[in-house]
């Protein structure tokens, strides 16, 4: 069944929440988010900024200890202009070369999107991007998740096993997400649109704007730790903390359970196959916590 949803009311945590809606296990909802500053598809201040999220959904049968499969079926702009920061995170930045960076008086930088064409290009280019012209859409979302476990409501700011605040540029249209469900129903959360982001999201955005939404929810009978995900070319295992080694490790950690549970892959040859096939991106490094996704090509695993 397909449900068309009006989003009238929006979260900054990821949590126990009162659903908006509640589904079936193989139910679309279709639906929009604002951007991270809480403006809608004219423009319009509708909530606080911070990432607000539209929902919770709530899944019939999606009990603690299973997974919540969520497929981002459409992941589109929703209007024609987009905003970005303008100052890399200090961070990022090795400490010593921050004051030679100095101070960025442009607080933000705002796109115009061509919404048929697919593109964006600047209004007003910092010195020496003037020739940058137009530039391809890649959107995708920025924060999404489950509600965690006791109760607990996380901020839109950080992630962990729940989801959240990931930034990562693979969560685009077409894929598919799991995520560890902590609550009865799952109370799925969605938003923070980007029309494009580099990896990292090193200046504390992509390019933010509203978006319209469709995703596909299924109750999946297994536990997992960590989010995981599917692109069609790559299986994914995500690890959302902070310091960056933590979430290597549970990435890492994540990828090797999926192919011995899934596969049937016993651990030495995990070890012989991910010593040389293994990729890492990196997702947001800027918030709280960062993300680390651990992948292999799906090819190459299922000749096996």
């Excluded at 598919?176 to 009865?184: D, G, I, K, L």
């Excluded at 290597?248 to 549970?261: C, D, F, N, P, Y």
Aim: charged share 25%; aromatic share 8%.
């Amino acid at each position: 069944m397909i449900h068309d949803f009006e989003p009238t009311t929006f979260h900054l945590s990821i949590g126990s929440h009162e659903p908006v809606l509640r589904v079936a296990s193989g139910d679309t909802i279709r639906t929009w988010c604002v951007d991270s500053g809480g403006f809608g598809p004219e423009g319009e201040d509708l909530t606080d900024g911070g990432n607000p999220m539209t929902g919770p959904f709530y899944v019939e049968d999606a009990k603690s200890g299973d997974t919540l499969a969520v497929r981002l079926d459409r992941v589109r702009p929703n209007r024609s202009r987009g905003v970005s920061g303008a100052r890399i995170a200090p961070n990022v930045l090795d400490p010593m070369f921050i004051p030679e960076y100095g101070s960025v008086d442009q607080r933000e930088v705002w796109w115009t999107l061509d919404l048929d064409r697919r593109s964006a290009k600047l209004e007003d280019p910092p010195a020496g991007l003037a020739s940058l012209g137009e530039v391809k859409l890649d959107p995708m979302v920025g924060c999404f998740g489950v509600a965690p476990d006791r109760g607990q409501a996380i901020s839109t700011a950080t992630s962990g096993p729940h989801g959240g605040n990931m930034d990562y540029r693979g969560f685009r249209e077409g894929v598919t997400v799991f995520f560890p469900v902590a609550a009865e129903g799952a109370l799925f959360h969605i938003g923070d649109g980007h029309a494009l982001q580099g990896d990292g999201e090193i200046v504390g955005t992509g390019i933010e704007v509203s978006m319209d939404v469709e995703v596909t929810l299924e109750v999946v009978k297994k536990r997992i730790r960590w989010p995981r995900a599917d692109d069609s070319t790559f299986v994914m295992a995500v690890g959302n903390a902070r310091p960056l080694d933590q979430a290597v490790q549970h990435a890492t950690t994540e990828l090797v359970t999926l192919l011995h549970e899934d596969y049937g892959l016993d651990f030495p040859a995990v070890s012989t196959l991910l010593g040389q096939f293994i990729r890492y991106d990196v997702g947001n490094v800027f918030d709280p916590a960062y993300t680390m996704v651990a992948k292999v090509e799906k090819a190459l695993v299922e000749r096996l």
